[in-house]
């Protein structure tokens, strides 16, 4: 079973600035990564596919890089609707289609 | 647009089973793979499994194996997921998710979620 980590579990960080996320997979899984963002009672959207295809009607200040094992959730300049949780998941060997554990994204 | 409309909060005691429904429109219901996944409270999102919903066939995790049934009745664009033998650490929002019309996809859709309490 492929085991996604995410780092940090919580980010803190001010509107207007960037933020970094991270996820790794325990073994290559190509360019077969799913970013999500999940806000509280809401169910998650989904925001990058193929490690760095925004997907419909996502803004362009989020992006996604990497393959193989280590991925980068960047949002450029961070609008107060950005703060939410963001999981990664690996579409590439299943099953499991395995989740990250999330990184709570949080206004400083 | 595709919408997955799921039913509703269900409470249950515990050794007892749940039937969560999923109702797809905007799109053909037999084009795209159905997941479900499933978040405990507080915690993070975990899959369940996912029916083609055009053969039928389906693939679940391991650990719900013997425990989870899912089927779709292609007439009305729905989907079932059946959990038996209820216990309190199934107490959790069920979603359903449409992926691709092959099972390597990312989940593009997402229904509301219903949460089921297992409790006596």
């Known amino acids: 079973e492929i085991v996604m980590t995410q780092s940090p579990a919580t980010l803190s960080v001010s509107p207007g600035e960037r933020a970094t996320l991270s996820c790794r997979a325990s073994?290559?899984?190509?360019?077969?990564l799913a970013w999500y963002q999940q806000k509280p009672g809401q169910a998650p959207r989904l925001l990058i596919y193929?490690?760095?295809t925004r997907a419909t009607g996502i803004p362009a200040r989020f992006s996604g890089s990497g393959s193989g094992t280590e991925f980068t959730l960047t949002i450029s300049s961070l609008q107060s609707e950005d703060f939410a949780v963001y999981y990664c998941?690996?579409?590439?060997?299943?099953?499991?289609?395995?989740f990250g554990q999330g990184t709570k994204l949080e206004i400083k | 647009q595709v919408q997955l409309v799921q039913s509703g909060a269900e409470v249950k005691n515990p050794g007892a089973s749940v039937k969560v429904s999923c109702k797809a429109s905007?799109?053909?219901?037999?084009?795209?793979?159905m997941h479900w996944v499933r978040q405990a409270p507080g915690q993070g999102l975990e899959w369940m499994g996912w029916?083609?919903?055009?053969?039928?066939?389906?693939k679940s995790a391991q650990r719900f194996q013997g425990r989870v049934t899912m089927t779709r009745d292609a007439s009305i664009s729905t989907a079932y997921m059946d959990l038996s033998g209820l216990r309190s650490d199934d107490t959790a929002i069920y979603y359903c998710?449409?992926?691709?019309?092959?099972?390597?996809?990312?989940?593009?859709?997402w229904g509301q979620g219903a949460l089921v309490t297992v409790s006596s």
């Open positions: 073994q290559s899984i190509s360019s077969n």
């Open positions: 998710a449409r992926g691709y019309n092959w099972p390597d996809s990312p989940f593009w859709d």
């Open positions: 029916i083609n919903p055009n053969t039928g066939s389906t």
């Open positions: 193929g490690a760095s």
């Open positions: 905007g799109y053909t219901f037999t084009d795209s793979y």
């Open positions: 998941q690996q579409y590439n060997k299943w099953p499991p289609y395995s």
